[in-house]
């Protein structure tokens, strides 16, 4: 074989009669040798107002230090781009992508750069304890999610106050549902907003412990707890009338359309989803199409204590060694470079020495005080799962629910076959067969 | 010479003793032989080095991946029992076929009936429109139907339709859901329909066209009715056309998955799900065995079906030497050929009216999809997801488009399909006359191997071309999606070209090498002039594709280039909110390709059909 260099020269060699009239082509060939100050290409799986609100900052990175940046949106393919890439030898700079697990998976392959440990240090252990293999840790926590709240519409709740246990709301939904006043809207279409519902719901079982021991990777999917988990589930999704337009819409409908069937169309009464439900909000409230004030109250728990807090986040990773992409890590890490995303609705930083009254007062200080306050919080349990678990499009976990809300939410089937069906494909999944 | 008559089935030609020999002219045949055997295998080098480097040798690769691989079991056939194992690839199988198979029997047949059915009207504008959608990106055509058919009525007007119907028929208020897991499918094969269905017609309008004048009113004086019209007198004739549009859709349609990623909604990802999206969804972040066996079983499938298909039409891709055939023919556009076989009187305008009606809705229906994306792109990003279609024209979604990168790709993404279309015009141009004239030892089983390599999916090969890249030192420049392309482009434009130039009349080429010509000079001055049509259809075609890619760059793009597709497809993620972006980055990124099919329309159709219909 010749060597690279003649290759590529012949190959220009060959296309360079035709590359002259080509105007597009000067910029194609000029690219080919990489300069020193290239962009940082950062991979990120936020759209819409999220996105603008990242875009923001990176102007301010840029500003700054004077490096530029590259964003790529990457939507929900983020495994298959970074699976692509890698094998293109080509990774990006940074993926700040809310997949700990994938990043353990990527770090123990040895694709990802290990990070300072000062990195991490305003961070709580839990969560750096989420992108850590053998004592090193592999990722920057950037952006922390309250994933336990139901956002609903004061009014729709009829001075019937916000439920205390997993029961009352059951019975408020069956209530509303029965009086031809569908309350739930739900953004089924998207798979995480249903992995989101079953760790809840899991989280308020048994104080969470299974939770925690099926996260540290142990095989207790066949459990009596996960099985009343997806029984729990079943007996919201399957209330008749529940969903504004049916559960085959709802299976149809992703997460921002869910929180514009309460809040824009005040169809419904409410939505389940995390903190950032209040960026969607903001949204709304500017183009002037927010019908009715949000009110929000913590996931009830199911068997008693506490109500669950399930987190996520999002987590940025160097997936190469470039200067650009430590110089980025670094800043990041600064309790100080969010502050203007902080400041609008619908983030929480991980970082601890973010100051409570960086938040937007009222509900963005409140939330983000409920997530400093927990000493315990569980991490979104599908993000962690690895091998066939894990809640990739159309796979895993994401797969395994999207299907079973299907056969319970549309009318005419018993809860029971479903519930068995979904464990049993759960069980087979977590055993790799 | 123009005396000759001009014999569809070569057997026949055979039989009428019309078949002129390539060597009686010349000098004797032996040591001619040989300089051309030579020249002709040297014409080849350009495109045999490339189809090497690009599909052969990744291809081995993966058949020994699919044995020895890494993966859950660790050699032999325990891949291929792995694979089987999951559920989920037997509904990629039965979703794959279906887009392989029916899709482009449909196409076919509908095409072939639109061309009968439009065969008096002589608007070749309107015909022109057919071009559209055939240029649009796939990413646009599925940006288009997904708000067609919204899952809400107030946004998908299909869905609004479809319920109203429904309702009469007492279902329920959210019922039918086109884009729901029952129906997805369909729907995603209706937005590829729209997308080809109009080149098939006018494909097929072009070859009837040019059946002699005559024949068909003989058959009806006989008494002859439509089926045998269409049996003994357009089929024989129709036929080539008919191999080349099932061809061409089946590549096509075996590619597709564009459409699934922008189109179907998380929930239904999985029911909508074909192979090239199995490979590329592995649960593991090594490329496994698994997927190399997945990969193979997909190509022996793939292969065969092609193969077969090959065979059954073994006269549509013809040895040009065993019959000659006249330069390319005068064609519809150019001329208005008299309508011969139309029925006199009062019948006859009455029921033109009528199909004059029936195409205008046909052609005003097409234009649905492309009229929404207009609308939705014109609205306040915020608007389509709250308002539906009650909403005030403003100019910010195109604001937003601006601020999001999407417009950086454009001239990238123009320079690239340049590079790619004129490399790939030379070296099929090339390959394709040393294989219509030259006929080198081995050229008869060009045809199997050219086909073959047209269907490898990108998707299959994509690790194992990465090896190839690596010493090459290509990998993540610009330079490997401008191979992968060239690589993917060859094999079509080879089969195109070559059945072209063996289109060029036999005595204008042995009197050029009497005169002393060498092979290019043949080439140059007597063939491609004959045949710029086809070279034109291959480089606006070639084009076109690039510039509507999303696999290569997704597959092996890098921070040095992100196609437009890709930018696009990016936005998609929560799609109702983005859809006012969305609409007006896909009318934007439409605006290329669709200039290049309208400008060359007339060359795509001519290239197309020469050396296929006669």
Redesign the interface.
């Known amino acids: ?1 010749t060597g ?2 003649v ?2 020269r012949s ?1 220009l060699k ?2 360079g009669p ?2 002259l ?8 060939a000029a ?2 040798c990489a300069a020193r100050d ?2 940082v ?1 950062i991979f990120v ?1 936020w ?2 107002g999220e996105l ?1 609100a990242f ?1 923001d900052t990176m102007d301010e990175f840029e500003r700054e230090t004077g490096r530029r940046t ?8 983020v ?3 970074l ?8 990774p ?1 700079d940074l993926a700040i992508v809310p997949l700990p697990g ?1 990043i353990r ?2 770090a123990r ?1 040895g ?1 990802v750069m290990e990070l300072d440990p000062a990195a991490g240090r305003h961070i709580p252990a839990s969560l750096n304890q989420t992108v850590t293999v053998d004592g090193r840790l592999y990722g920057l926590w950037v952006k922390a999610a309250h994933k336990s709240l139901f956002w609903y519409r004061p009014s729709a709740l009829a001075g019937a106050g916000p439920p205390a246990t997993w029961g009352e709301l059951v019975s408020l939904l069956r209530r509303a549902a029965g009086a031809g006043q569908p309350p739930l809207s739900i953004g ?4 995480w907003v249903l992995t989101d519902w079953f760790e809840n719901v899991l989280a308020g079982l048994d104080g969470g412990a299974t939770y925690q021991r099926l996260a540290a990777g142990e095989d207790l999917w066949a459990s009596d707890v996960v099985t009343a988990a997806l029984v729990r589930l079943a007996e919201v999704w399957s209330i008749p009338g529940v969903f504004p ?5 709802a ?7 869910s929180v ?1 069937e309460v809040f ?2 005040c169809r419904s009464a409410v939505v389940f989803e995390g903190d950032f439900v209040d960026a969607v909000i903001g ?2 409230n500017a ?1 002037g ?1 927010l019908c009715e004030e949000p009110e929000t109250f913590r996931v009830p728990p199911v068997t008693g204590g506490p109500p669950p807090l399930v987190v996520g986040g999002d987590v940025a990773a160097r997936m190469n060694d470039s200067e650009g992409s430590r110089e980025l890590v670094e800043w990041l890490a600064r309790p100080e470079s969010l502050a203007g995303w902080i400041k609008r609705a619908g983030f929480l930083s991980p970082n601890r020495t973010v100051p409570i009254g960086t938040y937007p007062p009222g509900r963005g200080q409140q939330l983000a005080a409920e997530l400093r306050a927990a000493d315990q919080f569980l991490f979104d349990l599908s993000d962690q799962l690895g ?2 678990l ?1 809640a ?5 976990m ?2 395994i629910l ?1 299907e079973f ?2 056969s319970v939410a549309t009318p005419g089937g018993h809860p029971d076959r479903p519930v068995r069906a979904a464990q049993r494909r759960l069980v087979d999944a977590a055993r ?2 | 010479m123009a005396a000759r008559r001009v014999i569809a089935d070569p057997r026949v030609a055979a039989r009428g003793g019309e078949v002129r020999p390539l060597d009686d002219h010349g000098p004797p045949r032996r040591s001619r032989g040989r300089a051309r055997a030579g020249a002709g295998l040297a014409l080849l080098v350009p495109a045999a080095l490339i189809l090497g480097v690009v599909v052969a040798r990744p291809v081995v690769t993966v058949v020994q991946d699919s044995f020895t691989g890494g993966g859950a079991r660790p050699a032999g056939a325990g891949h291929y029992l792995d694979a089987l194992t999951d559920p989920q690839l037997g509904t990629d199988v039965v979703n794959t076929l279906s887009w392989a198979l029916v899709v482009p029997v449909v196409v076919t047949v509908i095409g072939y009936l639109l061309a009968v059915f439009t065969r008096d009207v002589r608007a070749s504008r309107v015909l022109a429109l057919a071009f559209i959608p055939m240029a649009l990106p796939l990413v646009v055509t599925g940006t288009a139907f997904r708000i067609l058919y919204h899952p809400s009525p107030r946004l998908g007007p299909a869905t609004a339709l479809a319920q109203a119907v429904a309702g009469w028929f007492g279902a329920g208020p959210d019922q039918p859901q086109l884009l729901g897991a029952g129906l997805v499918t369909p729907a995603l094969m209706s937005a590829f329909l729209w997308a080809w269905l109009w080149l098939a017609a006018v494909l097929f309008r072009a070859a009837i066209d040019q059946i002699p004048p005559g024949v068909e009113d003989a058959v009806r004086a006989e008494g002859g009715d439509s089926w045998r019209v269409l049996r003994d007198v357009q089929w024989p004739f129709l036929r080539r056309t008919a191999a080349v549009v099932f061809m061409l859709l089946a590549v096509m349609a075996s590619r597709t998955f564009d459409l699934v990623l922008i189109m179907a909604p998380g929930s239904v990802q999985h029911s909508a799900e074909v192979l090239g999206l199995y490979v590329l969804r592995q649960p593991t972040v090594e490329a496994s065995g698994e997927a190399a066996a997945v990969g193979v079983v997909w190509l022996l499938v793939v292969g065969t079906a092609v193969l077969l298909g090959a065979r059954w039409v073994r006269y549509d891709w013809p040895a040009p030497a065993a019959t000659w055939r006249r330069s390319p023919p005068d064609s519809w556009w150019r001329r208005a050929r008299p309508g011969t076989s139309r029925p006199p009187g009062r019948v006859r305008s009455r029921r033109w009216l009528l199909r004059r009606v029936a195409l205008g809705a046909v052609v005003a229906g097409w234009a649905v999809p492309l009229v929404l994306l207009a609308l939705v792109s014109s609205y306040d990003p915020i608007e389509p997801a709250t308002r539906g279609w009650l909403a005030v024209p403003t100019g910010s979604s195109y604001q937003a488009l601006a601020g999001s990168g999407v417009l950086d790709t454009l001239l990238p993404t123009a320079g690239m399909g340049v590079v790619v279309s004129a490399t790939v015009v030379v070296v099929a141009a090339l390959a394709a006359y040393s294989l219509a004239w030259l006929r080198p030892y081995g050229s008869a089983a060009a045809t199997g191997a050219l086909l073959l390599a047209a269907i490898v999916p990108i998707q299959v090969i994509a690790g194992p071309l990465h090896d190839v890249l690596a010493p090459l030192r290509l990998q993540g420049t610009v330079l490997a999606p401008v191979l992968v392309h060239i690589g993917r482009g060859i094999p079509l434009a080879v089969l195109v070209l070559r059945n072209a130039f063996g289109a060029v009349a036999a005595d204008r080429v042995a009197r050029a090498r009497l005169d002393g010509s060498t092979e290019l000079g043949v080439l140059a001055r007597v063939v491609v002039p004959a045949a710029w049509p086809a070279l034109a259809a291959v480089a606006a075609l070639e084009f076109i594709l690039v510039w509507n890619d999303l696999v290569v760059g997704l597959l092996f793009g890098g921070s040095e280039f992100t196609p437009v597709a890709m930018a696009l497809f990016g936005q998609s993620r929560q799609f109702t909110t983005s859809a006012g972006v969305l609409a007006a980055g896909a009318l934007v990124a439409s605006v290329p390709p669709v200039l290049v099919a309208l400008l060359a329309r007339k060359a795509i159709v001519a290239g197309l059909i020469s050396g296929v219909s006669r």
Do not use: C, H, I, W
């Not at chain 1, 337009?245 to 819409?249: E, S, T």
């Not at chain 1, 990739?392 to 895993?396: D, E």
């Open positions: 074989m690279p260099a290759t590529r190959l060959a296309a035709l590359l009239p080509a105007a597009g082509a000067v910029p194609l690219a080919g290239d962009p290409e799986m759209s819409g603008a875009l590259r964003t790529v949106p990457v939507g929900e393919q495994r298959e781009l699976r692509a890439r890698f094998n293109a030898n080509n990006p994938l998976e990527y392959n694709r089924a279409a998207d798979g337009y049916g559960p085959r819409r299976l149809l409908t992703q997460f921002e359309e514009f824009a169309e949204r709304l183009a199409r091998g066939r894990s990739g499009q159309g796979r895993g994401t797969k999207t809300f299907q790799g067969d």
